[in-house]
């Protein structure tokens, strides 16, 4: 795995080649600016497969850097870690919105910072293989670049949708922020009602428009409350997290989302018949550590959403059963 990393600490350029060298990752390039890391990116034939970077530089700033990087071509899901003495949610919160994968505080324990990048280099293998894996066959012609209709479980990236991040990065955020003792958060997941069935009658660009619909809804919904981030995980369900002091309303977060559904129905454009709904599960405010048990609170939090909708579809059988008798 080629690594490069950009820090105006020439100590820490320094140290970190040794120390993944330990590891068994000797590809390691460095530069102590932003500017000089992009040119090394455009100019590099190979491409880098994982990037380490400072936030605090002189000049353009690692936030300001992992946001290029992602524009570049090659580089929309390459694992960005950024390695920081920055511990404060603002820094946290911007660092996840511009596409970083991960986040390492200085001084870092050398035994945690292999721990990442093996994280680091599985993310990279993933994603390199899902490439190289053909997707479903199309049932219909569909936009240039957007490939086959992944399966109904697939997660995607709605590089559209303003404060969605792959699943991975999502699940470090909230670790760093239980690792900061920043716990005022609020965890939920929002199921698409009828989502399979949407998928099935509909082709890849009609999907991915409902899906950016009900995407750019729920990013309504939660900037109105603050800092939201969200991933769409497949099968229709989004999880989010968004800053809270209080643990909010599942009615109120359901009602705002669906709202903001209505009002972008127009940008639809008739992808779909029925009016489209969602089913949202109860909060969560858990104090976790890691970003393993961050992946826990996210499948309970989709299972509460699962159990909401299988509820509501439940409750319209029985009153459909109740019409005919």
Same mark, same amino acid.
């Given at each position: 795995?080629?690594?490069?990393?950009?820090?105006?600490d020439v100590f820490i350029l320094e140290l970190l080649?040794?120390?993944?060298?330990?590891f068994g990752y000797d590809d390691v390039a460095v530069t102590t600016s932003a500017q000089q890391?992009?040119?090394?990116?455009?100019?590099?034939?190979r491409g880098f497969d994982c990037l380490f970077l400072d936030i605090h530089m002189s000049g353009m700033d690692g936030i300001e850097l992992c946001r290029r990087v992602r524009a570049m071509p090659g580089y929309k899901?390459?694992?960005?870690?950024?390695?920081?003495?920055?511990?404060?949610?603002?820094?946290?919160?911007?660092?996840?919105?511009a596409g970083a994968t991960d986040?390492?505080?200085?001084?870092?324990?050398?035994t945690e910072l292999g721990a990442r990048v093996r994280v680091a280099e599985k993310l990279h293998a993933a994603h390199t293989a899902a490439l190289e894996t053909p997707a479903e066959e199309?049932?219909?012609? /569909?936009? =240039?670049?957007?490939?086959?209709?992944? %399966?109904?479980?697939?997660?995607q990236r709605l590089e559209e949708v303003e404060g969605t991040v792959e699943s991975e990065a999502l699940a470090n955020y909230l670790g760093q922020l239980s690792k900061a003792r920043l716990y005022n958060s609020n965890i939920f997941a929002i199921k698409i009602d009828q989502a399979e069935v949407i998928h099935a009658q509909t082709g890849h660009s009609e999907y991915y428009e409902v899906l950016k619909a009900v995407g750019g809804a729920i990013g309504d919904a939660l900037g109105r409350r603050g800092f939201f981030l969200m991933s769409y995980t497949g099968s229709g369900v989004f999880v989010c997290i968004f800053q809270s002091e209080q643990t909010e309303s599942r009615d109120a977060l359901e009602r705002d989302v669906q709202d903001a559904i209505e009002q972008r129905a127009p940008d639809l454009?008739?992808? /779909?018949? =029925?009016?489209?709904?969602?089913?949202? %599960?109860?909060?969560l405010k858990p104090h976790i550590s890691s970003?393993?048990?961050?992946a826990r609170i996210f499948r309970v939090a989709i299972a509460r959403a699962e159990g909401k909708h299988e509820e509501k579809a439940a409750l319209l059988q029985d009153q459909a059963f109740r019409r005919v008798i």
């Open positions: 795995m080629r690594i490069l990393a950009v820090d105006d080649p040794v120390v993944l060298s330990d890391a992009l040119s090394m990116i455009e100019s590099d034939d899901t390459t694992p960005i870690v950024m390695l920081t003495s920055m511990t404060d949610k603002a820094h946290i919160d911007w660092a996840f919105a986040y390492v505080t200085k001084p870092f324990d050398v199309p049932a219909e012609p /569909v936009e =240039a670049g957007m490939g086959g209709k992944p %399966g109904f479980d697939a997660a454009h008739g992808a /779909v018949a =029925a009016p489209i709904t969602v089913s949202a %599960g109860e909060p970003a393993k048990r961050s």
